[in-house]
């Protein structure tokens, strides 16, 4: 990976320097990267023996997964991504970066021009299938943070409008929106389904967003009475929903987000359990393994168009 970046940073610089009439610097010596170890998969028990949890899709843009980029190593990225806007790759690991370091506080505020560079100009970038969920834009805390929650926002309805005719923009729009507008994700979900029928894997984050719907928010000091009655609303709402479905790919979604936590640990004691029977009626077998058949976990999701250009460098 450094060695691309390095010589992506020395051939930008090359014409530069021969244009002053100086001769090319040698590059550094390199610089050793420190390899990060991925993430322990969870434990889970669906009713059975405990299991391992998949944490795809997208694994490349996992934050805090694979290298660790030194200061160094940020620089020659942002100097690719000054000299080319394009290089999705390399603004996609800038923003990787700044969402790994999210959670001490506003660092990630750094990045947030990359993000709406990227929401601008790439709504379908396979990174924003894991943006959403539990990310620095669900809860934004300090007011620096909910000024930056407002300009995603912001761009990110841009792309929901009628003539949007993108099924996966559309997911990518509702991943942004599902924790703190759950309806607003579920009807983007439903356009996309009618879109494109033929694809599964919005039924399975439709699925994802009923049961984040019923789990109660991290934090709800932002939240005023009248938003937190229609959340309620909305939670039977979606229960209701999960409960009358005959989609197999639907219900083994909204398993997921709570196969973690152990059934009824949060929302209605009985969720998980009937989310469980309802599968088994839908698709005899362990659940783990139905959910390991889910659209995610499959090859198509689980890489990124990244992979290949930066495996080996």
Not at 42 to 69: D, E, H, K, S
Not at 87 to 116: E, M, T, V
Not at 302 to 310: E, I, Q
């Amino acid at each position: 990976m450094l060695r691309f970046l390095l010589s992506t940073y020395f051939s930008l610089a090359g014409p530069m320097f021969a244009q002053t009439g100086e001769p090319v610097p040698p590059p550094p010596p390199p610089v050793l990267m420190e390899e990060k170890k991925p993430p322990t998969p969870q434990r889970i028990r669906v009713g059975g023996g405990p299991q391992q949890v998949y944490l795809g899709p997208a694994m490349l843009w996992f934050p805090g997964r694979g290298v660790q980029f030194n200061d160094l190593q940020l620089t020659l990225l942002e100097q690719v991504v000054t000299t080319h806007p394009e290089d999705i790759c390399a603004r996609g690991l800038l923003i990787r970066d700044g969402r790994s370091n999210f959670w001490p506080g506003d660092q990630y505020l750094a990045r947030i021009d990359d993000l709406l560079w990227m929401i601008q100009h790439h709504p379908e970038w396979d990174g924003f299938i894991i943006l959403g969920f539990g990310s620095f834009s669900a809860e934004p805390q300090s007011e620096p943070s909910r000024t930056s929650f407002h300009r995603l926002r912001e761009a990110w309805l841009r792309h929901t409008g009628p003539e949007q005719r993108s099924g996966m923009i559309l997911h990518n729009a509702a991943m942004f929106f599902a924790h703190r507008e759950p309806e607003f994700a579920v009807s983007l979900l439903q356009r996309a389904i009618r879109l494109e029928p033929s694809e599964p894997f919005y039924a399975e984050r439709l699925g994802a967003v009923y049961t984040r719907a019923i789990l109660p928010l991290r934090d709800s000091s932002q939240i005023d009475i009248n938003e937190k009655a229609r959340r309620e609303t909305f939670a039977q709402q979606a229960q209701t929903a999960l409960m009358i479905s005959d989609n197999w790919v639907l219900i083994a979604g909204a398993l997921e987000p709570i196969s973690g936590m152990g059934v009824g640990d949060l929302g209605p004691p009985d969720l998980g359990r009937s989310l469980l029977t309802r599968l088994s009626i839908l698709k005899p077998g362990p659940a783990f393994d139905q959910i390991r058949k889910l659209p995610s976990h499959s090859t198509r999701y689980r890489r990124t168009t990244c992979d290949t250009a930066y495996r080996g460098l």
